[in-house]
Nanobody, 125 residues
Framework: VQLVESGGGLVQAGGSLRLSCTAS????????MAWFRQAPGKEREFVAAISWSGGNTYIADSVKGRFTISRDNAKNTVYLQMNSLKPEDTAVYYC???????????????????WGQGTQVTVSS
């Protein structure tokens, strides 16, 4: 499966962005999906994950209450709505996918086989 992220850009602190990740293939609905981010000089970190049906979502504590993850299986797309952005949210955001109906460990990068190229999000103060 190929993943293509979009929606990144430059935004002022307090602003909002919505990232999209569109997947190729006809089996998108059987994939658990996630968003990660990586700031310069830091390790890639978990942001949010969503189960194949969208019935279960998981949000990192650092963005809880500000970010939400959702998916539209008819459009093969997963979204990350980011509100109340802070300068520390600046990073390259990556979409990840794992073909499973039961993702037990959603935070580790090793849990996902497929990755997008990333989209830059820059939050100015």
């Amino acid at each position: 499966v190929q993943l293509v992220e979009s929606g990144g850009g430059l935004v002022q602190a307090g602003g909002s962005l919505r990232l999209s990740c569109t997947a190729s293939g006809r089996t998108f609905s059987s994939y658990a999906m996630a968003w990660f981010r990586q700031a310069p000089g830091k390790e890639r970190e978990f942001v949010a994950a969503i189960s194949w049906s969208g019935g279960n979502t998981y949000i990192a504590d650092s963005v809880k209450g500000r970010f939400t993850i959702s998916r539209d299986n008819a459009k093969n797309t997963v979204y990350l709505q980011m509100n109340s952005l802070k300068p520390e949210d600046t990073a390259v955001y990556y979409c990840a996918a794992e073909p499973t109906y039961s993702l037990r460990r959603y935070a580790p990068t090793a849990s996902y086989d497929y990755w997008g190229q990333g989209t830059q999000v820059t939050v100015s103060s």
